[in-house]
Structures are given as structure tokens and as C-alpha cells.
């Protein structure tokens, strides 16, 4: 059986992180909403009353849809045994998911500080602000949260020997940064060599390799969650 992933067809956005353990982890799934466009996508959502989901990312399994980002990943984690067993590394790989959630929130409210309706450009005075408190401090509190998670227990992985939901979201986090402020990225990255080097490592996986060299793998761009604005980076 193939999943019905629905996410928006042209950007990676939140979906990006369930495409990835998708195909690392050779789950069967069409992209629905690149094959039928964004109309499908509307009008699938409609058809879930009962189980509704707020927004994509979603899937559709049986009449009813599994939402919400870290949600998907639980599930699809716990359903086809894709990394780490055993309670303590399930609950501790969802509250790392969680985490780089937030910071994900955080990346996007950094273009869009006052109102998601408004356009940039329409709010960029309070965006420099923000950019300002976002690079300085919250991106390397969270990336010394991570280092911190890694190099406790001397790990390659950050739960057990082998790489997880959580490990290819962090990877993918990490690549969001590297686009939207790659001159601060440069200069913290000597500052966090357990995170880089997961981020080599995941970018390495054989699992990954047909789809980080194919067109299923969508660009960043100025649509997206990541978006890379000079005026907002700095060293």
C-alpha cells in the first residue's frame, strides 16, 4: 500500500522533513498534490470532515487523515519500525522532533514577524528586528541544544546507533539555515562540530542518495519556510 502524502506541490516547507523518512526509509507513497496540484490538495482536505486536518502536511489513510509534522513522523516511525526501539528513545526522539519544530516556527516568523497574510516586504522593519535576536541568540541556543544531545553520550546519532526521524529533520534544519543565513551559519558552525557532522552524515546516507539527486527533492526558495534575504544575515 502507498500513503496519500499531501503537502503544497511546489515548496519542501514542513513536508520536506516526512519526504525524507519517507525515502530513507522506503516507505511507499504518492505525492498527491504534485501529481494533481494544489486544487486536489483544497479540495482533499474538504473531503476529511470527520478527521480533519488543520493544514498540511497530512496523510490519508482509510478515511481519516495523521497530521502535524512530528505527529506523522511518530507514526510512521512506530508503524514500519524505522529507527530506534524501546519507549525511553520513541519519546525521546518526539521530544527532539518537537524542538526542531519550534525553530522552525521560529525561521519562518523571522519574514513574517507581525501577520502571515502580510507580504515581507510589507512588514520589513520588524523582520530586521527580528532577524537580528533571531541570529545572535535562538539559532545557537538550539544548536547547543542539539550539540549537547550528541555529544553527552559521544553519539553519531541522537538516539541509538542508528539515524532516526529526528537525525534527517536536524539534517534538513540545518540546510533550511545554511540558505537563509549562510553567513551566520559559516561563522557558528566551528561552534557545533557534532551537529555539522550529522548533517554530513545524513547527506551521505545510501538511502537518501537516489532521492537527494532527483526532482522529488524541491528547491528552497523565497516561497518557502527558509528564505534567504542578504539584508537578514550578518556574520
Excluded at 515548496?11 to 494533481?36: H, K, M, N, Q, S
Aim: with cysteine; glycine share 6%; net charge negative.
Amino acid at each position: 500500500m502507498a500513503y496519500d502524502f499531501w503537502y503544497w506541490p511546489i515548496i519542501p516547507g514542513r513536508g520536506e522533513f516526512v519526504r525524507l523518512t519517507l525515502e530513507a526509509c522506503g516507505i511507499a507513497y504518492r505525492d498527491r498534490a504534485r501529481e494533481e496540484g494544489a486544487d486536489a490538495l483544497m479540495a482533499d482536505m474538504a473531503g476529511h470532515a470527520a478527521a480533519p486536518a488543520f493544514a498540511p502536511p497530512y496523510l490519508a489513510i482509510d478515511g481519516t487523515t495523521i497530521s502535524q509534522t512530528a505527529n506523522i513522523l511518530f507514526y510512521l516511525s512506530e508503524r514500519h519500525e524505522c529507527g530506534p526501539s524501546g519507549m525511553k528513545s520513541r519519546y525521546w526522539l518526539a521530544q527532539l522532533q518537537l524542538t526542531i519544530m519550534d525553530l522552525v516556527a521560529e525561521a519562518h516568523d523571522v519574514h513574517h514577524p507581525v501577520d502571515v497574510d502580510l507580504h515581507y516586504e510589507d512588514q520589513k522593519p520588524e523582520s530586521l528586528r527580528r532577524a537580528q535576536g533571531f541570529r545572535e541568540q535562538r539559532i545557537p541556543k538550539y544548536l547547543g541544544y542539539f550539540e549537547r544531545a550528541l555529544t553527552t553520550d559521544q553519539r553519531q546519532w541522537l538516539a541509538g546507533t542508528r539515524w532516526s526521524h529526528a537525525d534527517l529533520s536536524l539534517f534538513h534544519l540545518v540546510a533550511g539555515l545554511r540558505y537563509a543565513f549562510p553567513l551566520r551559519m559559516a561563522t557558528l558552525a566551528a561552534g557545533f562540530p557534532a551537529v555539522m557532522a550529522l548533517h554530513d552524515r545524513v547527506a551521505n546516507l545510501p538511502e537518501l542518495q537516489d532521492y537527494l539527486a532527483s526532482d522529488r527533492r524541491l528547491p528552497f526558495s523565497e516561497e518557502d519556510i527558509f528564505r534567504h534575504y542578504p539584508e537578514l544575515d550578518a556574520p
